[in-house]
């Protein structure tokens, strides 16, 4: 079966620090793909960025990136130079392509707190 | 903007009632997703359709239905609802290949009393 694990319920950091968030997985399809979305307050999901268990390079979109360890089956997201509007929860979710379709598997989240 | 649009964004009801959610995809999206969130339960994958037709089935009770229209919106039917389906119900589309990324709608939190 496959499963997101967040172990980190809370982080915080300050302004223009960069932050790691971690995020393991476990599965046994050979082809997946792992996703980072951000939920503020205000409760709208927000997609940050994507890897594809094929992908050789780490996946980044302006100040996120992913920083991928197929061997480790890590996946972190790392948010560099912290701004007071990131702070929100963050999600880690898996999509395998089986039986279950492309359906997302999330994990329980991370509250990220910026300060200034 | 996501492109996701969902309604009502809010809605409260009684025990025993039925209700239904409204999904419309962004432009050129064939995969509809609804999903779940609550406290106790996280995010959880409900049902997903692809073109009209049910691909996939997730932790969705028997109480729920859903459909995708020929227009491509989808509903998503909830009936004899109790405390405990009090959530936020999310929608996303997706283009629907294999690498897609799924794109959210805001949201319909439901509050039943």
């Known amino acids: 079966a496959q499963k997101i694990t967040q172990t980190q319920p809370g982080m915080f950091v300050q302004e223009k620090e960069a932050v790691t968030l971690d995020c393991t997985y476990d599965t046994s399809d050979p082809s997946y793909g792992l996703f980072w979305y951000k939920q503020p307050s205000s409760g709208e999901m927000i997609f940050l960025i994507y890897q594809g268990s094929y992908d050789q390079q780490n996946a980044t979109e302006g100040r996120y990136s992913l920083n991928f360890q197929k061997a480790r089956k890590s996946a972190n997201l790392v948010i560099s130079a912290s701004q007071l509007g990131d702070s929100a929860m963050y999600f880690c979710?898996?999509?395998?392509?089986?039986?279950?379709?492309?359906?997302?598997?999330f994990g329980k989240g991370t509250t990220l707190s910026v300060s200034s | 903007d996501s492109g996701v649009t969902q309604t009502p964004k809010h809605l409260i009801t009684a025990t025993g009632q039925r209700v239904t959610l409204r999904c419309s995809p962004r432009s050129g999206d064939l995969s509809v997703y609804w999903y779940q969130q609550s406290l106790d339960q996280g995010l959880q994958f409900l049902i997903q359709y692809y073109n009209g037709e049910e691909r996939a089935k997730g932790n969705i009770l028997e109480r729920f239905s859903a459909q995708q229209f020929p227009d491509l919106h989808s509903e998503l039917n909830l009936s004899s609802l109790e405390l405990g389906d009090s959530a936020l119900y999310f929608c996303?589309?997706?283009?629907?290949?294999?690498?897609?990324?799924?794109?959210f709608g805001p949201g319909t939190r439901l509050t039943v009393t």
């Open positions: 979710a898996m999509r395998g392509y089986n039986q279950a379709g492309t359906a997302l598997i």
């Open positions: 996303a589309s997706s283009v629907g290949g294999a690498a897609d990324e799924q794109y």
